[in-house]
């Protein structure tokens, strides 16, 4: 899937808007960019059918220089050779791997560990790094900032399955009944089934894109 030309622009416009207002020192400069910012928070709004002050205020709150954010999600095997999936509370109740955005002072391998613990109640250790994907190269569906998606493969070293406040249900799949109402904001079938190879042959490259 192809996101609309409209969506990257309007994307690229807050991205120089956010980094300009931070290093500005200049009065007139700083008008001009938030000029930007509220043209890309227009076009974001009209293109996806959303309230232009609301994707506006979401703008605002964006500080720094404008970085892509950061997704991490963990392919969790059992002894069978079934891959770990959690039905979240939100997005319709969608089956996704456990993940999340990576917090501040944890490295992307305790980010994932702690995520999947607190999504499934298993604890893990990660054995590899399996791919680095850019999220709107991979047809995930339209969202408002870039970010990149980093997929482990992990094994279980204890705990139970165990649902959150994010998830309502825990189980395990085989790689031929991957159930289809999976979450396709979050992952893809594609994307899962490439951990099943990245599972079988350890030795695989890391993929990124």
Known sequence: MTEPRWLAWAREMQAIAQSGLTFTRDPYDRERYEQLRALAARAM????????AQVEALFAAQEGYATP???????????????LLVREVLDE?????????????????????KEVREESGFEV????????LDRTRQGHGPSP??????????????????????TSEVAF??????PADLSASRVLPR????????????????EFE
């Open 93 to 113: 109740g969608r089956w996704t791997l456990p993940g999340g955005w990576a917090d501040v002072n944890l490295t992307p391998a305790e980010n994932v560990v």
């Open 69 to 83: 954010k950061i997704d991490v999600r963990g392919a969790v095997f059992n002894g069978a050779g079934e891959i």
């Open 145 to 166: 900032f870039s970010s990149y998606k980093f997929f482990f493969v992990c094994e279980i070293t204890g705990g139970a399955a165990a649902p959150s406040l994010e």
């Open 45 to 52: 709004a009209e293109g996806g059918g959303a309230d232009p």
């Open 191 to 206: 994307q899962v089934r490439r951990m099943f190879a990245h599972w079988r042959e350890p030795g695989l490259a890391t």
């Open 173 to 178: 799949f085989p790689e031929h009944a991957l």
């Open 125 to 132: 250790r990660v054995v590899k790094l399996a791919a680095l």
